[in-house]
């Protein structure tokens, strides 16, 4: 994710390699062919993160994600209806929670609830304030394809929350959409700041390897056996979703979006 680390792109960049990203190969219907399987583990993952964060020998605030009898379930707040957040709201719903998935697209918001039902529940941006004030656990899957993740969640919201409420940030890898966030790793994946446990592993389906390995081993092979068989310049003319995948090309850096997002970080 080139857009949240500029030193990385400019070393490649000094390389002079060719350079194809995963998160930015296209598919022939809207889509991330090569990001859809490690966001579908992330998405499923965060729930399970998430879950074990609320435990109060984790440092939560006690809640058990299902509730139990004559006990209300915990409040779940899903920031994107992607497919790291449609994953996180099947697998909370899975768990009995309460479940609030919001998204800028009403199509998205429609699509998901077609697909998880109607227990599910959905909101627009404008609600994420009120949301984030009454969630025990908020997932961050906000995506922009080659840019640097939007912050949607301030820290004057996270002094709204409960104190050992849990924020999972799976955008954290594309630089995180809680202002509070910053890397963790998976030896040391939580800290607390403003009373709120944050949850930010760069590589969350890192700790799922075999499955993990295995999921993304089976979307790659057929763009590898394109590279193999063709060499990367013709296998990119013939196939125009694999072009999109380009980020680095003799020396510049040649996608749109993570040149935009690079420039952006470099006036900061």
């Known amino acids: 994710h080139l857009a949240a680390v500029p030193d990385i792109a400019h070393e490649?960049?000094?390389?002079?390699?060719?350079?194809?990203?995963?998160e930015t190969v296209t598919a022939p219907v809207r889509g991330l062919p090569?990001?859809?399987?490690?966001?579908?583990?992330?998405?499923?993952?965060?729930?399970?993160?998430?879950?074990?964060?609320?435990?109060?020998?984790?440092?939560?605030?006690?809640?058990?994600?299902?509730?139990?009898?004559?006990?209300?379930?915990?409040?779940?707040?899903?920031?994107?209806?992607?497919?790291?957040?449609?994953?996180?709201?099947?697998?909370?719903?899975?768990?009995?929670?309460?479940?609030?998935?919001?998204?800028?697209?009403?199509?998205?918001?429609?699509?998901?609830k077609t697909q998880l039902g109607e227990r599910l529940r959905t909101a627009a941006p404008d609600q994420v304030p009120d949301l984030v004030a009454g969630a025990d656990l908020v997932i961050g899957a906000a995506l922009v394809a080659g840019a640097t993740a939007p912050r949607l969640v301030t820290r004057e919201m996270l002094r709204t929350m409960r104190s050992g409420s849990v924020l999972v940030d799976v955008s954290i890898d594309q630089g995180g959409c809680f202002e509070t966030s910053r890397p963790t790793t998976?030896?040391?994946?939580?800290?607390?700041?403003?009373?709120?446990?944050?949850?930010?592993?760069?590589?969350m389906p890192g700790d799922v390897p075999r499955t993990s390995t295995l999921a993304l081993n089976h979307a790659t092979l057929p763009f590898v056996q394109a590279l193999a068989d063709k060499g990367w310049e013709q296998a990119c003319t013939d196939d125009p979703h694999l072009a999109?995948?380009?980020?680095?090309?003799?020396?510049?850096?040649c996608h749109p979006a993570v040149a935009e997002a690079l420039l952006a970080n470099r006036s900061d």
């Open 12 to 22: 490649l960049c000094q390389s002079g390699c060719t350079a194809i990203a995963y």
């Open 34 to 112: 090569l990001l859809k399987p490690m966001s579908a583990v992330a998405g499923r993952v965060a729930i399970q993160a998430g879950a074990t964060a609320l435990q109060k020998s984790q440092g939560g605030s006690g809640i058990l994600i299902s509730g139990a009898e004559g006990m209300p379930p915990a409040k779940v707040l899903i920031i994107g209806a992607g497919t790291v957040g449609t994953n996180s709201a099947e697998v909370a719903l899975g768990l009995q929670a309460d479940v609030t998935i919001v998204d800028r697209t009403p199509a998205n918001l429609a699509r998901v």
């Open 186 to 203: 998976l030896a040391e994946p939580t800290y607390v700041e403003e009373g709120i446990v944050h949850y930010c592993v760069t590589n």
């Open 244 to 253: 999109d995948g380009l980020n680095v090309k003799g020396g510049e850096i």
